[in-house]
DNA sequence: GTCTATAACCGGATAGAC
DNA sequence: GTCTATCCGGTTATAGAC
């Protein structure tokens, strides 16, 4: 559960808002303790080291997103037009309720840090590797039959996930800005997921 | 220049690397003047601290990035259609020789590391945040003239920066499955900036 | 399970010789 | 400009009382 006060679930929800402030190297074990409420000793008795509680949170956060994939797994038997609709509305909705998720990921990604390669390896080969092929096959199929263009679909999908992330990945740079939007973020959200729905459906329907 | 031998260039090149690869907190000193090749005194006596080094390097970045928007502002006058394209290409080409700087940037942009909030408020007031507008104005122009469908001209600007940047960003992840893919990374960014200009001008062009 | 005290180490920074 | 030696503060981790 997510709001369990258990002191090892209240450890986790800090550990993962301090990895994802300050980064694996930036995380202060007592900033954690702090955040937590619980006396820093006690991360180490539950979780044995820095590193430990990295890999935790990590392999965590992948089981949501995992789950988050096997809700589209679902509907992969809508026509294609509905398909890539919802595939973005979820996609969507998933980071706005999990915002730490691609942050965490895309701070420790360019380190080699051994625990992170680790587990997106592990991801991949535990059912997301096939999960992706099936879109693959979805759109080379609507692709042959011409209910779409003809187009790359591995292109296709890294575009539909690249401006799906996008705005979570860019917030820190957007709110300094955000007084020229004037409008909260469900709003923007909204016309966000709008915009690339409308983007991708009408770039890849015939002409 | 960039492959000048001086001391002082050498730390700046190496220490850039190794703020990409272990981001600000993970860098080493000692590892930056390793890979300098320089000793490690070397970096106090021309930089005086970690801090004014990583703003050497931020603020030298977006120097090399906002030149290459002032290229785009010279062929702002081209039709809205070439011009996208003109942007694709050129912003996909500019992050083939700079792949370090998103890189750099995404790692510390959730810190409130001060220092990149900073440099990052000075880019946007001292040039870029108008061009930014001229781009929206030429947008908000053509949506209006029925030259492209009517659309949200922010979100589309998000949606053309969000696919540029995508493979540099998910690089190393890409990489582990690369052996799927079975190109050179010349000819990914090649099919890369053809599907992401296809998608955007069929999804603009009116019907 | 919880807490205090402290060990053991490491990294940024500087002093000062050459 | 370059190098060696070293200081100082902070960080992970543990020992051990309760």
């Given amino acids: 559960m997510e709001t369990q006060d258990t002191t090892r679930e209240k450890i986790l929800i800090a550990a993962r808002d301090v990895f994802v402030e300050r980064g694996y190297d930036g995380a202060r074990m007592h900033e954690i303790a702090a955040r937590a409420d619980v006396?820093?000793?006690?991360?180490?008795?539950?979780?044995?080291?820095?590193?430990?509680?990295?890999?935790?949170?990590?392999?965590?956060?992948?089981?949501?997103?995992?789950?988050?994939?096997?809700?589209?797994?679902?509907?992969?038997?809508?026509?294609?037009?509905?398909?890539?609709?919802?595939?973005?509305?979820?996609?969507?909705?998933f980071l706005e309720q999990n915002p730490?998720?691609?942050?965490?990921?895309?701070?420790?990604?360019?380190?080699?840090?051994?625990?992170?390669?680790?587990?997106?390896?592990?991801?991949?080969?535990?059912g997301f590797g096939e999960i992706v092929t099936q879109f693959v096959d979805k759109i080379d199929?609507?692709?042959?039959?011409?209910?779409?263009?003809?187009?790359?679909?591995?292109?296709?999908?890294?575009?539909?996930?690249?401006?799906?992330?996008?705005?979570?990945?860019?917030?820190?740079?957007?709110?300094?800005?955000?007084d020229r939007l004037n409008m909260d973020e469900k709003e923007l959200l909204t016309r966000r997921k709008q915009a690339i729905t409308d983007l991708v459906l009408n770039g890849l329907l015939p002409r």
Avoid at 62 to 78: E, P, S, T
């Fill in 39 to 93: 006396n820093k000793a006690m991360i180490y008795y539950y979780y044995n080291s820095k590193d430990a509680l990295f890999e935790s949170i990590l392999k965590d956060s992948f089981k949501r997103f995992f789950a988050y994939f096997l809700v589209l797994k679902n509907i992969a038997d809508m026509d294609i037009e509905k398909l890539i609709a919802a595939i973005i509305h979820a996609h969507i909705d």
């Fill in 100 to 126: 730490y998720l691609p942050k965490i990921i895309f701070r420790e990604i360019h380190s080699n840090n051994p625990v992170t390669s680790k587990v997106i390896r592990e991801f991949f080969n535990q």
């Fill in 141 to 178: 199929r609507a692709s042959g039959n011409g209910n779409i263009r003809p187009v790359d679909s591995i292109q296709t999908i890294w575009n539909v996930v690249a401006m799906n992330l996008f705005y979570f990945m860019m917030k820190p740079i957007i709110s300094v800005f955000s």
